[in-house]
């Protein structure tokens, strides 16, 4: 089993920048697909993007070229760059870990998920 916590979640204006990073513990990494996702108010959760074990990261078609999602197996942690920040991705942002995941967009491919983080973004 893996344990997620978030943070680096907050407040920001229009066209700012977040760094969102996930600590991990109880399981490497390395061993993982690991993906952020977002809820906003009244919306599904969707995945924001994706680091594969063995491939590159993907994102969604709303978060690229904003966003990078990067992994430090050393320490065990996952971050997700935010650029040029918009209000639509005001959300409360997610960690999330799965193993054997086919379907790297979908909630129900990940078995472990962090508390999650705010993120707001004012107009």
């Known amino acids: 089993q893996v344990q997620l916590v978030e943070s680096g979640g907050g407040s920001v204006q229009a066209g700012g920048s977040l760094r969102l990073s996930c600590a991990a513990s109880?399981?490497?990494?390395?061993?993982?697909?690991m993906a952020w996702f977002r809820q906003a108010p009244g919306k599904e959760r969707e995945a924001v993007a994706v680091?594969?074990?063995?491939?590159?990261?993907k994102y969604a078609d709303s978060v690229q070229g904003r966003f990078t999602i990067s992994k430090d197996n050393a320490a065990n942690t996952l971050d997700l760059q935010m650029n040029s920040l918009k209000p639509e991705d005001t959300a409360v942002y997610y960690c999330?870990?799965?193993?054997?995941?086919?379907?790297?967009?979908?909630?129900?491919?990940?078995?472990?998920w962090g508390q999650g983080t705010q993120v707001t973004v004012s107009s």
């Open positions: 999330a870990a799965g193993r054997g995941v086919m379907y790297a967009f979908q909630t129900a491919e990940y078995n472990y």
């Open positions: 680091i594969y074990i063995y491939a590159g990261p």
């Open positions: 109880g399981s490497p990494v390395s061993t993982y697909t």
